[in-house]
């Protein structure tokens, strides 16, 4: 959470933070009509019926693989993101306790995305279930989801890189303390 607020502070609070966000802003800027047409489509696809069905897929997955235990995890920790992104954008954005928000090139009330702070608790969620061999090859995929989602949110002028980056680690805070592995068990297992 710590890195989170560092995010927040330097890229809602400095001015160089601020021109820098609104720099890698214009410079990911989708401006082929195809490609803008396709990123649209997916950043849409991620709606609360679709994450919401996904997590309940996942939270399947992780009772029947994993016990009701490590399922209860999924639902706190995707509920917790869920939560406390919407809490974040909308509070910082009308609190304003750096003076900065008004003054970003998107506006205020954009700290961090909720799209890409669903899509990686997902993600985090199936590398959280997946074991041994799996788990490996769960990061890699949920890294290139993240990846993916973040730089289309951005290409379309819809958050700052920073509200990206903040939602990773919002989503990561969630889910550190049940992606370690267990006591006595063997590494990413």
């Known amino acids: 959470m710590l890195a989170f607020a560092g995010v927040y502070a330097l890229f809602v609070g400095t001015e160089t933070g601020r021109e820098l966000d609104g720099d890698v802003l214009v410079a990911m800027q989708v401006e082929s009509r195809w490609l803008f047409d396709a990123a649209d489509r997916i950043l849409h696809a991620v709606t609360l019926l679709t994450v919401g069905l996904a997590g309940c897929a996942v939270v399947g997955w992780a009772w029947r693989r994993r016990g009701r235990e490590r399922a209860g995890q999924v639902v706190v920790a995707l509920l917790g993101i869920a939560v406390s992104a919407l809490v ?66 951005v290409g379309l002028y819809s958050h700052h890189a920073s509200d990206v980056i903040g939602a990773w680690l919002l989503a990561l805070a969630w889910w550190l303390p049940n992606i370690r592995p267990a006591v006595g068990s063997a590494p990413l297992g």
């Open 88 to 153: 974040f954008e909308r509070g910082l954005g009308q609190l304003d306790p750096l003076g900065g928000e008004s003054l970003r090139t998107l506006g205020e009330g954009f700290y961090p995305s909720g799209h890409a702070a669903a899509v990686a608790g997902l993600a985090l969620a199936v590398v959280a279930v997946s074991q041994g061999r799996a788990r490996p090859v769960a990061w890699l995929l949920a890294l290139g989801a993240d990846v993916l989602l973040g730089a289309i949110i």
